[in-house]
Each structure stands twice: as structure tokens, then as C-alpha cells.
């Protein structure tokens, strides 16, 4: 399988902007990734320089190693990898067989670059991600 489900990319706060054509543009980079139960996706404190949308089975999200949460199909992360390669901040261990539609930040930036139009979106999502959680922090 090569491709994002676009339904699901349309519901990451980052693509929010984006419009059906350009949401296919960036599903077509994406490619299959596929993980064993127990097997570590991505590991906190280490590199960012990925995000997956969640096909099928199940991973769980620990930080700190607490367990946070479990991800399901349809699920996402690691969504600002996409635009920096900053530090990870959980670690995500497929809890079963898991199977994932990936993009890497190398082969995502260069999509980005050739469209100013996408580049400009993902600024204005990342501006209202941004001022929602800054409202969210001095809420009461």
C-alpha cells in the first residue's frame, strides 16, 4: 500500500487548512510501514523524523514510562516531526500487530518547498495549534 487515507489527514490539526487536492497530494507520500507487537516506534528523547496515521491494530503511548494512552486505527502522531527534528516526547510501542501509513520529514519537506500554497497552510494550522494551547494554558 502506498498513500494515506486522506479522510484521516484531514482530521490532523496540522492539515486542517488543506483542501481535498492538496490533502492528496501529501497522502501520496506516505508509505507502509508495519510493526510487531512490542516492537518500539518511535522512542522518547530520541530524534523526531516521522509521522504515522494508524491503519490498523493498536500501539500504546507511554511518556516517562507511564503509559498515556492507546492508539487506534485512525489515530496519529508524531505530527511535528514533520516539521522540525526535535526531540520525541513519548515513546509509541505497537501493542499488537500494527500497521501504519508513514511520511519522513525528508520526504516531506521537499513537497512543502515546491508548494508555497501547502507551506502556507500548515503556518496558519500551526498558528491556531499554537493559540489554542496558549488559551488552554491560562485557563483556570
Known amino acids: 500500500m502506498s498513500g494515506a487515507p486522506i479522510d484521516v489527514l484531514g482530521q490532523v490539526p496540522l492539515f486542517a487548512e488543506l483542501d481535498a487536492g492538496e490533502l492528496a497530494r501529501i497522502a ?21 523524523a516521522a509521522f504515522f496515521v494508524i491503519d490498523s491494530g493498536e500501539a500504546t503511548v507511554f511518556v516517562d514510562g507511564h503509559e498515556q494512552r492507546v492508539l487506534k486505527s485512525g489515530d496519529y502522531f508524531g505530527e511535528m516531526a514533520l516539521i522540525d527534528a526535535g526531540t520525541r516526547t513519548a515513546t509509541v510501542t505497537a501493542s499488537s500487530e500494527l500497521v501504519c501509513s508513514g511520511v519522513t520529514f525528508w520526504d516531506f519537506r521537499p513537497l512543502v518547498e515546491e508548494n508555497g500554497v501547502i507551506g502556507w497552510k500548515l503556518l496558519e494550522s500551526m498558528i491556531k495549534i499554537y493559540r ?3 488559551a488552554d494554558a491560562k485557563a483556570p
Not at 507502509?32 to 518500539?40: H, P, Y
Open 28 to 48: 501520496s507520500v506516505f508509505k507502509e510501514r508495519r510493526f510487531s507487537e512490542g516492537e518500539t516506534v518511535i522512542q522518547q528523547g530520541s530524534g523526531a
Open 132 to 134: 489554542s494551547e496558549r
